[in-house]
Each structure stands twice: as structure tokens, then as C-alpha cells.
């Protein structure tokens, strides 16, 4: 697809706007280790793409199955006089408000310098409820062809290119080198999983303090059962995660003490033996402070624990590479 191809008038190549896919790109999502939770790195390519456009807010979205989220968000205060957001946008958007399913539906960028010169869009529940007149979003398309969300800014005011602030083809250039920015991203936190896959035994990584679920592995869904959205707090995605008093070492962990491990734990029929779990901390991309736990078969917390730090410094390793 060109460039030229990219910036033709919207409203002549407008999709759908709730794609059908929606159950295939959640998924796509998941096996992507894309949570719907605030991340550092994605709200720095928000930023930056704010800034390069002139956008008074960028977002990097996910739009899932049943509503969107921003797991990269950038906004600026307006100097005094100038247009201004009649609210705060947040991190989760309905699936019928604003224009990235649209960009999601037609799999291709979308400019609107002027929100009001399209019927279409005029009534849309951004633009009365925040005050949105212009945005311009390009597509998050994996390898496999799935569009797993997007790169977009938005404006309080309208633009134009009488008034030489149109988006223009620069906008759309800088959106796609923040697109590409993601998707590399993407790509090289695969790794981690990878090395989750590898592990031995059931582990999963959880943003702190509020224990968003990262990552987790195959093993960890066979025990516990899939997350069915990654950035689901953790005792909320895995009801048994207490009773077997894994919650209790992270929560140890989270009091200031050292990494431990919980008593050995009877595996159920037809599985036989014992499980051991520990808890360490890990340095993961896009948040500050993380946990990983790691469970381990016939085994004692001695020796969970010794593997445990030494997958979390294989992961912090991997972390300073991506």
C-alpha cells in the first residue's frame, strides 16, 4: 500500500465500523502478551507522536472484543486560550465512541481535518461528550495480517490546509514510524513469552502493585485455566491462585520481604505428586515494578526458588535488549 493510497479522501473508503473479526483479534491479542493496562513505553511512542503531529493527545489502542483500550496515551495541557478537551478521554473507550474501529474495519489510515465536514462521524459520542474536530489513525497490523488496533491523535480544534496545519501526509508519516515503533515492540517482547514457554513449569508475570496479568504460560493455563484477557488482575483472573497461597508470597514480596516459596501442594487426579511455587521480583518493558511466579513439580522451595531468579535475570536481560 502506498502512501498515496493511504491519504484519499475517508469517506470515500470507509469499512465497517465493528469489525467482524473481533473474537480473532482478542485472541491475536492475548497470544501477543498485549495487556489492556497502562504501559510506559507505549505512553513514550503517545508522546512522541503528539508532539511531532502539534496533537493535543495521541494514543496507542487496542481495540478488543468488546471495547477499546489505550495501553499508550499522551495528552497536553492547552496554553490558556486555546481549544481545549471538554473532558478527560481516560484509557477505555466504548466500541460505538470515536474513529479507530473505523481504521480497524477498513484496515487503512484515516485523516479527518474537520470531523464536522463528515456527516458520518459528525454525531459520533467523542464529539459532543469530549470535544474531538480532527484526528488522524493508522492501523496496528501483525504479521498474519490481524489488525490489532492502532496509532492515532486527536484535536479539540479543526484543522485545515488553508490554515497550514492540515495532518497532511507528515501526520501520517510520523504515525506510521510510531506504528512501526509498536510493532517492533511487539515483536521483541515475544521473546519473554518464549522464554516463559521454556521454563519447566507453570509461570505467569504480573504488573505491581495491582497484579495485572502480563504474561503466563501454557503450562500456567493448564493448571489455573486461561486468562481470558491479559491485564486482568491476577486473584481476579485465577480464583485458585489463593488457596494454593501463591498470592500470600507475593503478597510477603510486596511487604518489603525477601522472595519465598509456599509449602509443597498435592496435584489433584489424574496429575500426581506435589507443586511448588515461589515468588521473585522481574524486570519486564513498560512498567516499573513486576513479579513473576514460577511453580515446579516434586520439587523443593530451595530449588524453585533458585530457578525462579535465575528465569527472572534471563527475562531482565532480555528486557534491556528489546
Known amino acids: 500500500m502506498t502512501d498515496r493510497d493511504d491519504f484519499q479522501t475517508p469517506a470515500l473508503r470507509l469499512g465497517r465500523p465493528a469489525p467482524s473479526d473481533a473474537s480473532a483479534r482478542a485472541a491475536r491479542q ?4 498485549l495487556a489492556n493496562t497502562p504501559d510506559s513505553v507505549f505512553d513514550e511512542v503517545a508522546r512522541k507522536a503528539a508532539e ?46 470515536g474513529f479507530c474501529v473505523h ?16 456527516s458520518r ?42 490554515e497550514g496545519n492540515s495532518w497532511g501526509n507528515d501526520g501520517l508519516q510520523v504515525l506510521k ?3 512501526d515503533e509498536v510493532l517492533a515492540e511487539i515483536s521483541g517482547r515475544q521473546k519473554i513469552a518464549g522464554v516463559l514457554e521454556g521454563a519447566g513449569g507453570t509461570a505467569m508475570i504480573a504488573a505491581r502493585p495491582n497484579l495485572e496479568v502480563l504474561y503466563a504460560n501454557s503450562l500456567h493455563d493448564q493448571l489455573f485455566g486461561a486468562v481470558e484477557m491479559l491485564g486482568t488482575p491476577a486473584p481476579e483472573a485465577f480464583p485458585h491462585l489463593a488457596p494454593v497461597g501463591i498470592l500470600a508470597i507475593i503478597d510477603h514480596l510486596e ?22 511455587f515461589a515468588a521473585v521480583p522481574v524486570r519486564v518493558p513498560g512498567h516499573a515494578t ?33
Open 177 to 179: 514510524a510510531a506504528r
Open 121 to 162: 462521524f459528525r454525531g459520533n459520542p467523542v464529539v459532543d461528550e469530549l470535544g474531538v474536530r480532527s484526528y488522524i489513525g493508522v492501523p496496528l497490523i501483525d504479521d498474519d495480517g490481524t489488525v490489532i488496533g492502532t496509532v492515532c491523535a486527536i484535536d479539540p480544534a479543526p484543522r485545515s490546509e488553508s
Open 290 to 322: 513486576a513479579v513473576l511466579t514460577l511453580g515446579l513439580r516434586d520439587s523443593d522451595g530451595a530449588t524453585v526458588l533458585s530457578r525462579a531468579k535465575a528465569l527472572a535475570s534471563d527475562i531482565g536481560e532480555l528486557t534491556d535488549t528489546i
Open 103 to 118: 481504521v480497524v474495519g477498513r484496515k487503512a489510515a484515516l485523516t479527518l481535518d474537520d470531523v464536522f465536514e463528515f
Open 52 to 97: 511531532a503531529t502539534g496533537a493535543t493527545a495521541a494514543m496507542v489502542n487496542l481495540v478488543g472484543e468488546s471495547g477499546q483500550y489505550f495501553v499508550g496515551l499522551y495528552g497536553k495541557e492547552p496554553a490558556s486560550g486555546d481549544p481545549a478537551f471538554l473532558g478527560e478521554p481516560g484509557r477505555f473507550m466504548d466500541m460505538d465512541q
Open 255 to 276: 511487604r518489603g520481604g525477601e522472595p519465598s516459596a509456599t509449602a509443597a501442594i498435592p496435584l489433584n487426579e489424574p496429575a500426581t505428586g506435589t507443586v511448588v
Open 30 to 33: 492475548r497470544e501477543l502478551g
